[in-house]
């Protein structure tokens, strides 16, 4: 992975990682799945995750899969 350190010096994995097509299951995130996609992505080195509000409750999932696995100082 390649990285590049933002205006504050923190190391930012270029190829970031969209939450917005987290898999749905009844209309709600499969945190499962969404967990699955999330550990892969930050076993191969991305840091860097992209998520907003409107995306449906996928801020709420990250935040859930990270505490989960002990990551949230991982990533940015």
Same mark, same amino acid.
């Given at each position: ?13 270029? $190829?970031?990682? !969209? ?36 995306? !449906?409750?996928? %801020?709420?999932?990250?935040? %859930? ?5 002990? $990551? ?5």
């Amino acid at each position: 992975m390649q990285y590049r350190a933002d205006k504050y010096g923190n190391k930012l994995s270029i $190829l970031g990682f !969209g939450c917005m097509r987290f898999h749905r299951k009844g209309g709600k995130i499969d945190i499962k799945k969404a967990e699955k996609q999330i550990m892969a992505a930050i076993d191969g080195g991305v840091n860097y995750f992209d998520t907003a509000y409107i995306y !449906g409750g996928s %801020e709420a999932a990250l935040g %859930e899969i990270l505490v989960r696995n002990n $990551l949230r100082d991982k990533v940015n």
